[in-house]
């Protein structure tokens, strides 16, 4: 079983700054693509930022610039750090990853989700 823990939610001031960590655990598997979604209340979840395993990112276009994703394919764990804060990046954040085992082949992951409040 592949799991995913993230950390490092919680309470900014707008213009301020956080960093997400996503460690992923289990036993013998290869991660592909992995990444960072949102879901504010009442919207559905988006995609914020991804990283594929030659290290390849893509952003929303609401966080480009501010937001950067890097990932340590040795520690199988992937960063979000959030740069310039604002109030409607307000959400909880999950992490995603595609995950390949031999036993169930390439599959999706989701963390537990952490929340990031930003406050004006």
């Known amino acids: 079983q592949v799991q995913l823990v993230e950390s490092g939610g919680g309470l900014v001031q707008a213009g301020g700054s956080l960093r997400l960590s996503c460690a992923a655990s289990?036993?013998?598997?290869?991660?592909?693509?992995m990444g960072w979604y949102r879901q504010a209340p009442g919207k559905q979840r988006e995609l914020v930022a991804r990283?594929?395993?030659?290290?390849?990112?893509n952003y929303a276009d609401s966080v480009k610039g501010r937001f950067t994703i890097s990932r340590d394919n040795a520690k199988n764990t992937v960063y979000l750090q959030m740069n310039s804060l604002k109030p409607e990046d307000t959400a909880v954040y999950y992490c995603?990853?595609?995950?390949?085992?031999?036993?169930?082949?390439?599959?999706?992951?989701w963390g537990q989700g952490t929340l990031v409040t930003v406050s004006s």
């Open positions: 289990g036993s013998m598997f290869n991660i592909n693509a």
């Open positions: 990283i594929t395993s030659g290290s390849d990112t």
């Open positions: 995603n990853a595609g995950v390949y085992t031999f036993a169930r082949g390439f599959f999706e992951v």
